[in-house]
């Protein structure tokens, strides 16, 4: 079938890595290498959500310290 025919799944969006086009294989990156990259960060925590000091201590009631 000519690629010209093939229906794309998902809309051809910027990597978020270096905001060249996504590639269909490689959905939302252009390329194996962007993919690990981000797979990387979620590895070492760089995508962790900061908590704010004290949260914790708010969860339980004071019979249950």
């Not at 000519?2 to 060249?20: E, G, N």
């Not at 797979?39 to 000091?53: D, F, N, V």
Request: glycine share 4%; charged share 30%.
């Amino acid at each position: 079938m000519p690629a010209s025919k093939v229906t794309r799944l998902r809309p051809t969006r910027p990597c978020p890595i270096c905001d060249k086009p996504s590639v269909q294989n490689f959905h939302p990156f252009c390329s194996a290498r962007c993919a690990n990259i981000d797979l990387g960060k979620w590895l070492t925590g760089a995508y962790a959500i900061p908590a704010e000091a004290g949260e914790e201590d708010d969860d339980f009631s004071e019979d249950e310290k």
